[in-house]
């Protein structure tokens, strides 16, 4: 911000939004966070300490997170620079370095670089922050929507402190309204406004624990609504719904993630929960339903096997459905495989046995087919040693005791059989060949 902008917005404060003017400028006046910025927590006593060391803030949009790290750069004693990743490039990143090196040289001052939506940040921009962060250079605060683990590099990461910011809900969004009806310096104390409580109350439910949403919501209604003739402004709950609309729903990549690993684990137990899941994802989040039949059918082997193979079955029908009549009317049939596949019995025995023939794998290196067990068909087979095979359906049972493992292994049992469903009979069967 240059001296004239400056100036200009403190001749006339309403200029700026009124999310903007409220926002706090003590961690006192902060909402919200108990969990992190409340009496005593670690967070709260690095503010008040001026020690805050390279943190990164994660959390849904209106949180907080930036007005955490203006309330930091309002305590600090040490020079605060604010980039944002969509704008900014290592070009921007080193100038900041290079002058944080001769302000801590000439003065002994830190530097704290805010890098608001680091997620923008590629690779290689990040890295270009990594020595100066090492060498105490600068103090790093990173703001991020996503989640740092998938966005923000390792070694970045392990240098900073991580501190998951909850979104606010509705009585914390009531709170900032109330402050900024109260207000008539930065607020709309200045108005002479009736609110009706109905009104803030759909404004903060609307807002979805965003502040900031609800704040110009507020200000929305306040200003457009035409005065009466005592020039007071009455905001009904009408003025606030036209004020506020359903937020769009975000469906970035790690919510993606989120809400499939919701919908596997919930095919584990909750019939309610995994169509709950499945239907917002497509309908809310406009997921394709396709990903759904994809991790469905994987979990009618990983999840349920042979405790009932008739859900594989259920959930590959499901998804021909779809490939033939489409969306919305093949909900229908994918509904019925995801209850269908929730309410069989289940058994991870497939599962395991995979991992334990993969781990074996690794542990022997080559393994040598067992003579008898090797391609006969062909002259000359009986002269290599290629005999010895006992066809199973010459014996009772179709069934007769033979090597089939490498000679190495031959006493290693990767598939157990459990009492689930239809496995019970499987298990018995293998009980009966022992």
Request: aromatic share 8%; glycine share 6%; hydrophobic share 40%.
């Amino acid at each position: 911000m240059d001296l004239f902008t400056y100036q200009e917005e403190e001749r006339q404060p309403q200029a700026k939004l009124l999310a903007d003017r409220m926002r706090p400028q003590t961690i006192d006046d902060y909402i919200g966070q108990r969990d992190v910025v409340g009496p005593g927590k670690l967070l709260r006593r690095a503010i008040e300490g001026d020690q805050v060391s390279s943190i990164l803030l994660y959390g849904p949009p209106g949180c907080g997170k930036t007005t955490l790290a203006h309330i930091i750069s309002q305590r600090t004693q040490g020079e605060f620079v604010k980039l944002n990743a969509v704008e900014a490039s290592v070009k921007d990143v080193r100038e900041v370095i290079d002058r944080a090196k001769l302000t801590k040289s000439m003065y002994g001052r830190k530097t704290i670089l805010f890098l608001d939506e680091v997620h923008r940040f590629n690779a290689s921009r990040q890295d270009a922050l990594l020595p100066a962060v090492e060498q105490g250079i600068i103090v790093f605060i990173g703001a991020t929507t996503e989640n740092p683990f998938h966005y923000v590099n390792g070694a970045l990461l392990s240098r900073s402190t991580l501190f998951q910011l909850e979104a606010l809900t509705r009585e914390d969004a009531l709170e900032a309204m109330r402050r900024a009806l109260a207000d008539p310096v930065k607020g709309l104390g200045f108005m002479k406004l009736q609110v009706a409580e109905d009104a803030l109350r759909h404004i903060a439910s609307m807002a979805g624990g965003d502040i900031r949403r609800a704040l110009n919501a507020l200000e929305l209604a306040a200003v457009t609504t035409p005065s009466q003739p005592d020039g007071s402004v009455a905001i009904t709950l009408e003025v606030a719904e036209e004020s506020i609309r359903k937020p769009t729903i975000r469906a970035d990549e790690s919510t993606q993630y989120d809400v499939l690993s919701a919908f596997h684990k919930s095919i584990r137990g909750s019939s309610d929960a995994a169509l709950f899941w499945f239907l917002y994802a497509v309908e809310k989040l406009g997921m394709d339903p396709m990903t759904f039949l994809r991790r469905l059918i994987v979990a009618c082997s990983e999840d349920i096997g042979l405790a009932n193979p008739q859900a594989m079955v259920q959930a590959v029908t499901a998804m021909d459905a779809y490939h033939k009549i489409g969306w919305p009317e093949a909900k229908y049939n994918i509904a019925q495989a995801i209850l269908f596949a929730v309410e069989s019995p289940k058994s991870n025995a497939a599962a395991v046995a995979i991992g334990n023939v993969m781990s074996t794998i690794e542990s022997i290196g080559n393994a040598e087919v067992p003579l008898h067990l090797r391609d006969a068909h062909y002259s000359g087979a009986a002269k290599l040693g290629h005999v010895g095979y006992l066809y199973p359906h010459d014996y009772p049972g179709h069934y007769v005791k033979q090597a089939y493992l490498p000679e190495r292994i031959v006493q290693k049992k990767f598939y157990s059989a459990t009492q689930q469903g239809m496995e019970d009979k499987i298990r018995q069967n293998q009980e009966r060949r022992k």
